[in-house]
């Protein structure tokens, strides 16, 4: 009976996230997520476009090239992408955030951040950074207690 009962926890315990990964999807600007959600479904290049619509740096052939080609490398290493974890999103003065998430792929992570500011329009995304290695990324901030 209490081995029944702490496999029945551990089971449940595996589904909860740690508090970082809990970041409420509606504090991340609806730009990046919508983003998020165009990449599982339409690929990169469509992503890119979806996360810089509006955006000051939106028609820079350049970067929208270079990003996508990127992404596509990433792809054909860790595979297709398979979700995402929202991990933070930190405010930057009265407008502006940098929203930290997961690409989650099949054989692996990407790291991101975007940041955003809020227009009398809309949110947009004003730049984006893209890692495999998580502390190229993420704040220390989000390390900590979880290093072991």
């Known amino acids: 009976m209490i081995r029944k009962t702490f496999l ?5 315990m595996s589904f909860l996230s740690p508090p970082q990964v809990l970041a409420q999807q509606k504090d991340v600007p609806p730009v990046v997520l919508s983003g998020l959600q165009v990449y599982k479904a339409e690929g990169a290049a469509a992503a890119v476009k979806a996360w810089l619509v509006n955006s000051p740096v939106g028609d820079d052939a350049a970067l929208i090239s270079n990003t996508t080609a990127a992404l596509k490398r990433i792809q054909a290493t860790y595979g297709t992408l398979i979700g995402h974890d929202i991990l933070q999103s ?23 951040y975007f940041d955003t500011y809020r227009t009398s329009k809309g949110w947009i995304v004003t730049g984006f950074l893209f890692n495999g290695k998580p502390d190229e990324i ?11």
């Not at 993420?138 to 072991?148: H, I, K, Y």
């Open 8 to 12: 029945s926890l551990a089971c449940s």
């Open 90 to 112: 930190s405010p930057l003065g009265s407008r502006g955030a940098r929203n930290y998430v997961i690409l989650l792929f099949e054989r692996g992570p990407l790291y991101a």
């Open 138 to 148: 993420l704040p220390r901030s989000l390390f900590e207690g979880n290093l072991r």
